[in-house]
């Protein structure tokens, strides 16, 4: 009986000791401290944040904010999870800066604020702690803010041009201008396209923009979606573009607007197999030599052009500008170039005629993507250039103030000679 007592005792003892711990447990949230009851911030380097210190005894969602007289609430974290502190204290450092807000009967400009200074004023901080059985624990104290930078980097007049934009080196709205006025000196600025699928293109400043980078003033962005580097400009399709600044002590701007890129892409053209057809190599003088070629768009971007029509006679002492054909940026065309020849590639030739190009709403002709086209022409020598003859003479396939690509240049060279009676 004795033994049976003792057991009973011995048992009940250890449940007591279990149940101890409930009554001695550590506080959710506890030794939080700020370093400063005061600060100043105003990017002075002197006394412009307070570091916010404290620990957690069990994983909790954990929240600091700022009461203010009226007791309205400014947030620094809202309910951010956090697992046991361990042996060292969460530490961060608070500069004034709070989610963004607008005051009484505030209007912003065109712009919105992601995160903003605290007005100057004493307020009521909070740290506050929520474990996953819903407790909640709070420790407050007071912090001032006096002196602080309110000033707003505002965004002012953000605009794109065109709005619909086609990056494919035709020489039509092949590039997007941004501008946008900030209102005071910054520690940075960024423009970027936001597409469907959640990815950004970054647009950098132009280099001849009117304000220096970091300056308060106009800066301007130049966008060719990297197609003058030979690289894939982004999808076709709708964008919203983002321009967001940021001060010297944390304040956040950001405005937005839309960009739509339609037939974007880089344009890749040659003359099939590098190979020419000569009528002849020799002619009599007011003769005329023939040409014949394929030229293929080996792209998926439709390649604009312009005339004179394939099958058109130049004489020897005309140019593509005599018949009406002055150069126009981003069009392709073929052309012929003999040595004598007093400017580059003098006669000009559209790269297909009305049986394979597409036209555009803008009255623009294009050879589609991945099509090829025969190309000929001809030009009369009434007379013989220059001091060479015989001479050569070569094809070439030109995109009009963007460049003659090394595999279009001097291709299949005959040489001509021209007899003179």
Known sequence: MKTHLLKLLLLATTMALFSLP??????LLYDVSFSSSR???????????VRIQYRLSRRAALSIYFLDAAGNRYTFRSKEPRAPSGDDPYSVYFSGVVDGYTLPGESLDGFSVTHRMLPDGAYTWVVEATDESGQTEQQRGTLVIADADRALPELLNFSVTPPVFTPNRDGISDRARMNVFVSKDHDSLTVYLLGEDGI?????????????????????????AGVDLGAEPPPDGHYVVWVEAQDAVGQHTVATTSLTIENGGVPKAYILNG???WSASSILLGETIY??????NDSATPLRTSGPPPGTVYGNEQNYATVGETIQSGVFRVAIHCENALVNYP???????ESVLIESADGYRYLPPFTRATVSGGIRFDSVMGARNPQYCWAGLIHEDVEIAQVNDRIDPVFLFIQVP
């Open 39 to 49: 600060i100043t911030p105003n990017a002075d380097h002197d006394n412009d944040i």
């Open 200 to 224: 950004r293109y970054h647009v950098a400043e132009d280099e001849r923009s009117p304000s220096l980078p970091g300056e308060a003033g106009l800066h301007t962005f130049d966008y060719d």
């Open 22 to 27: 409930a009554c001695g447990e550590r506080a």
């Open 291 to 296: 040409f014949t070629l394929t030229v293929e």
């Open 347 to 353: 006669w000009r030739w559209a790269i297909g005629d």
């Open 275 to 277: 190979e020419v057809e």
